[in-house]
């Protein structure tokens, strides 16, 4: 199976402050998605982002997010100015159509607290 | 607008017996669904798929059946293994979008030595 890992395990911040989460493919991909998963509550797509740009994203993923492949092989989510209820699990996850296949495979996930 | 959902938040079930997981949806564009197995504190870990042009796809001892007329999927487990405890998600995609996956709310299914 294809892996990601995602960095850090654990962030906590202080609302108001901003906050990079990583995943970094094991090989090289060109299609990948967030998602996240507020506690005790179904996991929620985020954004989808192909060959460095977005394809896709929900109503979620408002002007506090961004995501973007700075060096070509780190994918990073930022959120601006988190908020309290942005205290979730945020996953990352690679595969999909476009890349031959439609299963998506998730890395282990980043856990923010915002205080 | 819950697209997918699980109606049955949490089953529980003797070692060795059956389980059965159910998922709906309401979407007729929706063409593959997968379930995902999750842990507390770790990511989804991909199980098993179906392509709505099958009903059935089995590997080992999982078995996905796809109901498209109802608008139903089930997973069946057999025999059920302790290590199987976990929170099970259905999700499903379409062709007419980047594939971006939509989950149900999850079953947390406790399998009993």
């Known amino acids: 199976e294809p892996e990601v890992t995602q960095t850090p395990s654990h962030q906590v911040t202080q609302m108001g402050q901003e906050v990079i989460l990583r995943c970094v493919p094991i090989?090289?991909?060109?299609?990948f998605y967030w998602y996240r998963q507020i506690l005790g509550q179904k996991v929620e797509f985020l954004v989808s982002?192909?060959?460095?740009?977005?394809?896709?994203k929900s109503e979620i993923f408002d002007d506090q997010f961004s995501v973007e492949r700075p060096d070509g092989s780190n994918f990073t989510l930022k959120i601006r100015s988190t908020k309290l209820e942005d205290s979730a699990m945020y996953f990352c996850?690679?595969?999909?159509?476009?890349?031959?296949?439609?299963?998506?495979?998730f890395g282990p996930g980043t856990r923010l607290t915002v205080l | 607008d819950q697209q997918v959902k699980q109606n049955s938040p949490s089953l529980s079930v003797q070692e060795g017996r059956i389980s059965i997981l159910n998922c709906d949806y309401t979407?007729?564009?929706?063409?593959?669904f997968l379930w995902y197995k999750k842990y507390p504190a770790e990511g989804p870990t991909f199980l098993i798929s179906i392509s709505s042009i099958k009903d059935k796809n089995e590997d080992g001892r999982f078995t996905v059946f796809l109901n498209k007329s109802a608008k139903h999927l089930s997973l069946h487990i057999v025999p059920s293994q302790p290590g199987d405890s976990a929170v099970y998600f259905c999700?499903?995609?379409?062709?007419?979008?980047?594939?971006?996956?939509?989950f149900g709310q999850g079953t947390t299914l406790q399998v009993k030595p």
């Open positions: 982002f192909y060959n460095n740009e977005i394809s896709e």
């Open positions: 996850a690679h595969g999909g159509r476009l890349w031959g296949t439609d299963t998506q495979y």
């Open positions: 999700a499903a995609s379409t062709a007419s979008n980047t594939g971006k996956l939509i």
């Open positions: 090989s090289n991909h060109l299609y």
């Open positions: 979407n007729s564009m929706f063409d593959y």
